[in-house]
């Protein structure tokens, strides 16, 4: 595995600058050294066994803001080197952000590449979008076709100009970001909040999975006591927005459907009897697993009060699903949506994940013929983000499995596949070590935007979030912040044992942080 050692002499941003240089050279190992500081020992050790190993020849980078106001970049490597300095013109977080576009640019030119989102290396490019919306000023619901296409117009502008993102993330980008804020602009960001449940069991671990997530066969003994766990978490957590309504409820994990009709009747039965239902605007079921859904729990779900419901195939090639762990066949994706379907439900998403292993365009191709024939209300498209928890991880690194780290061709198609579908672009966001450095995206129909996902990717509104691993925020509204809220968070413990042991203590951490709500 290639090392790339950065060498740094003010403080950096060292996350930012991992992602950057993660992007441009995939897979490498990445250390980061300050000259002169007490890794200076460290870096020479390294550097002599990054020497003694042929195939390890490093590469090296310095990367420098000086407080005077100038960038250096310096890149070596055996007999190729690069040295580019300049001067920074601004101050303060706009010489931050010139600092990352000067570095951006020197990457491009040592490497003879671009990245799609150019120096953006956030999580949440259409926060940008919607900020710069929101100084516009302008009345959106009222604006007329024309006003709208130069809105439009000038927020991609300010993508390509301020961060070098391509042309076509730009126009996706300032796409979203407009129809996110039409969305939001219609809500009280005080008053509503989002209700989010983890169910944490699946039929069984999928290779890439890095949420919580328990074979639920491994593991039936907890099953009734995470659910009771659970149900008292949903009912203590009411008391806590007494005086609120969610305007969306969304159960996930995990996937819910790994319980049966009856666990999952008990557990939407405490929400409705805790939570005052009758302001929600969308409800939404992850069924996720085709071979986890039966008419039974369809029924509980609808009758419940779910309208929204995801079948989520990820890919349509049985040999894929079988190498990811998922089981289940195309086929049997296919008879859980037409149930779904036949159950009446208003609103059927599907997921799917480009660049999976072994997977290559004439699969994705495949996959998308396939989602297109059963015409979903809904798309959510992920580009594979290997994290390091997953087996996935594992299998490439100690088995050299083979994951194509490029799936911009695959993310075209699919885009594509949703304009053919009647499908628009709603919602997007970023992850670490995305294949190809791409994003997720939903697409929908008209009118059945994902509401609950572009709250919670946005960060517009406060998350009441029960079950483990659950991350509840409180969202409040302060005019002096930059996306004028003030975010603060609390998290539930991922492991199943110790959430339903410290299930009053999950409780007590939410109470202090809606306490004065
Ligand atoms: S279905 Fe989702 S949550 Fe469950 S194991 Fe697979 S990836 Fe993880």
């Known amino acids: 595995m290639k090392q790339i050692i950065i060498t740094y002499r003010q403080t950096i941003q060292e996350s930012y600058f991992h992602a950057l240089l993660r992007s441009f050279y995939p ?3 990445i250390r980061f050294l300050q000259e002169g500081g007490q890794d200076q020992e460290k870096k020479k050790k390294e550097e002599r066994s990054a020497e003694k190993a042929e195939a390890d020849e490093p590469l090296y980078f310095l990367i420098v803001r000086e407080e005077k106001g ?43 590449k671009s990245l799609p989102w150019g120096s953006l290396m956030g999580v949440r490019p259409t926060k940008l979008g919607r900020r710069w919306l929101r100084a516009e000023e302008k009345d959106l619901q009222q604006m007329t076709e024309a006003e709208e296409k130069s809105l439009h117009g000038s927020i991609a502008e300010r993508y390509q100009s301020s961060y070098h993102a391509s042309e076509k993330k730009a126009k ?37 999975c890095s949420f919580t ?29 007494a005086h609120n309504r969610p305007d969306t409820v969304y159960i996930g994990g995990g996937t819910p459907t790994a319980l049966s009709a009856h666990q999952l009747e008990r557990l939407m039965g405490a929400i409705a009897e805790s939570f005052d239902l009758s302001g929600v605007m969308e ?3 992850e069924a996720g697993r085709a071979d986890s859904i039966t008419k039974d729990k369809l029924r509980v779900i609808k009758e419940m009060g779910a309208e929204r419901i995801s079948v989520n195939p990820q890919t349509m090639n049985p040999e894929t ?30 997921d799917l994940i480009l660049g999976l292993p072994g997977e290559g365009i004439r699969e994705v191709r495949r996959t998308l013929s396939e989602v297109e024939a059963l015409g979903p209300d809904s798309m959510t498209v992920h580009s594979l983000a290997v994290k390091r928890g997953s087996d996935l991880h594992r299998k490439i690194t100690e088995e050299g499995i083979y994951v194509n780290g490029d799936c911009s061709d695959a993310m075209e198609l699919a885009m594509e596949s949703a304009e053919r579908m009647g499908l628009l672009p709603y919602y997007l966001y970023r ?20 509401l609950y996902n572009i709250l919670i990717m946005e960060e517009v509104q406060s998350l009441i979030a029960c079950g483990p691993g659950g991350i509840s925020k409180r969202v409040k509204v302060q005019k002096e912040e930059a996306d004028g809220v003030h975010i603060t968070r609390c998290e539930n413990v991922k492991e199943l044992q110790s959430y339903i042991d410290r299930t009053g203590e999950m409780i007590q951490r939410k109470r202090e942080l809606f306490e004065t709500m």
């Open 213 to 241: 997530s328990n074979p639920i066969a491994a593991c039936k003994d907890l099953v009734e006591p995470a659910l009771g766990a659970m149900i008292e978490e949903i009912r203590q957590s009411a008391g806590l927005m």
């Open 172 to 208: 996706l980008a300032a796409d979203i970001a407009i129809r996110e804020e039409k969305l939001i602009r219609r809500l009280d960001p005080e008053k509503g909040f989002s209700l989010y449940v983890g169910v944490p069991f699946c039929p069984t671990r999928c290779l890439y």
């Open 283 to 285: 409800y939404t079921v």
């Open 321 to 350: 699903l079988a190498l990811i762990g998922r089981k289940g066949t195309p086929d049997e994706v296919k008879q859980a949506f037409v149930l779904a379907k036949e159950a009446g439900f208003d609103h059927i998403n599907m």
């Open 27 to 29: 897979g490498c190992a």
């Open 431 to 450: 992850q670490k070590n995305m294949s190809g450095n791409q994003e997720n995206v939903g697409f929908a129909k008209g009118g059945k935007f994902g």
């Open 70 to 112: 100038e960038a250096l970049f310096s890149a070596w490597e055996r007999e190729k080197t690069f040295e580019k300095t300049c001067p920074l013109t601004c101050e303060g977080k706009r010489q931050e952000e010139e600092f990352k576009n000067f570095i951006y640019e020197c990457l491009c030119e040592f490497t003879e």
